[in-house]
């Protein structure tokens, strides 16, 4: 679509696979919020205009620019998502006034953010794994503070002009600034980019929309206010130190997959950004969410931890507290193993479920692992599952399939004691748990 003199304003479309740019206008006020351009050209381009604001649209897979501003003023690019652009994810070209905040800008071709002639401030914005610049720099009047760079392919910022650039207050993803700026110190023709005073750790990133559509990676501290989907055939990939901090009731819903493998010494949290309750934020839900992992996580003050639907999921390493619930399942398989549930209303909940759970730690919870029905598919060996308060397992009023739970350690006493089965309500499935284990589990 292209447009000349309109002060137009665009909600809610889908942009796609347009040959030249997915949607131009010359000379007007324009606004465009929550759409999405993919597949085309540019995706958005906005010249000769001198008032305008883009917020929270999906800027993705265009073969040039996502977002390309030309001889414009006054105009402000907040909270998009600009993905996998062939070249630039934002260019900026004779632009004067512009305000670039709270933007995730990662995995375009060659630059995330291309500036030439312009005056901006470039703010709170996540710019990582571009091909070769977060932010590539001819000429620029302004100053970009208080962004996340991480890890974009030669540089996070490259200097190709002879002016100073005001960087300060900036997190560089952990590395040595000066490995990834390209500046006087590398060049004596080119400016310097004045980075001083430098951010020891990340800025809170709010996600800004309600749906990721592309392959997407996060790093750092991530706020989600809401309920984010991830849709069929996209990865949601979690890297080593992410904190996830839900809101209150906000919650993740993932149709496609997501991978979360943190690290012994570096694990990856999901928690509560407005208090320590159980039940502040809602859960993490998978549905035929295939290939899912979660690995050296932690989850606490959830509805929920983990909710799974019909999904091949493999959690390990990870460490449930403080949730309503740690982990729920229907279906799978699941392979749940290495892990810590404690201090949780339910750590475990099988409905129809079919899963290995082993080597695990289970204790402090009120109900260790609750059998809603049909749990002949279940697994349970070589676990320390004692000291729940109500019960370390309870078959369900409806599970009429015995459970398989043997070899486990139970804490001393008669195992018995504190299962809830066909021997206390005839009619219910049984808990298989001898033999067992006279001495607990060593687990790491």
């Known amino acids: 679509a292209n447009f000349f003199r309109v002060n137009l304003k665009a909600n809610g479309n889908k942009i796609l696979n347009n040959l030249k740019e997915g949607l131009r206008i010359k000379e007007g006020m324009p606004s465009a919020e929550e759409n999405l351009f993919d597949g ?30 030309r001889g414009v003023a006054n105009i402000g690019v907040s909270g998009n998502v600009i993905t996998n652009n062939l070249e630039s994810g934002i260019s900026l070209k004779g632009a004067d006034n512009i305000e670039v905040s709270e933007n995730f800008v990662q995995g375009n071709g060659s630059t995330g953010i291309n500036i030439q002639d312009s005056r901006a401030i470039i703010k709170h914005n996540v ?19 208080e962004n996340n760079f991480i890890k974009n392919g030669l540089y996070a910022i490259g200097l190709d002009g002879e002016m100073d650039i005001a960087a300060p207050m900036n997190w560089w993803g952990g590395s040595e600034v000066e490995e990834v700026i390209y500046d006087k110190n590398d060049d004596s023709t080119r400016g310097r980019i004045k980075y001083e005073e430098v951010r020891k750790s990340p800025i809170m990133y709010s996600w800004p929309v309600e749906a990721i559509t592309a392959d997407t990676t996060w790093y750092g501290d991530i706020n989600i206010k809401s309920n984010v989907a991830v849709f069929p055939g996209i990865t949601l990939a979690l890297k080593p130190g992410v904190r996830v901090l839900f809101s209150r009731e906000a919650g993740l819903k993932i149709t496609g997959k997501i ?45 929920w931890g983990i909710h799974s639907h019909f999904t091949n999921l493999t959690v390990e390493n990870c460490h449930f507290s403080h949730n309503y619930g740690g982990l729920r399942f229907r279906s799978g398989p699941l392979e749940i193993k290495h892990s810590i549930f404690e201090d949780n209303s339910i750590a475990l909940r099988a409905y129809k479920g079919s899963a290995v759970i082993t080597e695990n730690v289970i204790t402090r919870n009120e109900v260790g692992i609750f059998v809603r029905e049909k749990g002949g598919e279940l697994t349970i060996k070589k676990n320390n599952i004692f000291a729940n308060s109500e019960y370390n397992i309870r078959s369900g009023d409806f599970n009429d399939e015995d459970i398989d739970a043997t070899e486990n350690w139970w804490g001393g006493g008669d195992p018995a004691d504190k299962i809830f089965d066909g021997r206390k309500e005839p009619g219910i499935g049984r808990v298989h748990y001898e033999p067992y284990q006279k001495e607990p589990f060593k687990i790491d």
């Open 40 to 69: 085309n050209r540019y995706g958005l381009m906005i010249t000769d205009s001198l008032y305008g604001s883009f917020n929270r649209n999906v800027i993705t897979n265009n073969l040039e620019s996502g977002i390309s501003l």
């Open 127 to 145: 710019i990582s794994e571009n091909g070769k610049r977060g932010i590539g720099i001819i000429s620029f009047d302004g100053i970009i503070t």
């Open 259 to 303: 991978i979360a493998t943190g690290e012994r010494d570096k694990r990856i949290a999901f928690t509560s950004l407005e208090g320590s309750v159980a039940g502040n934020w809602d859960e993490i839900f998978l549905d035929h969410a295939n290939g899912s992992v979660f690995s050296n996580c932690d989850f606490e003050y959830a509805t």
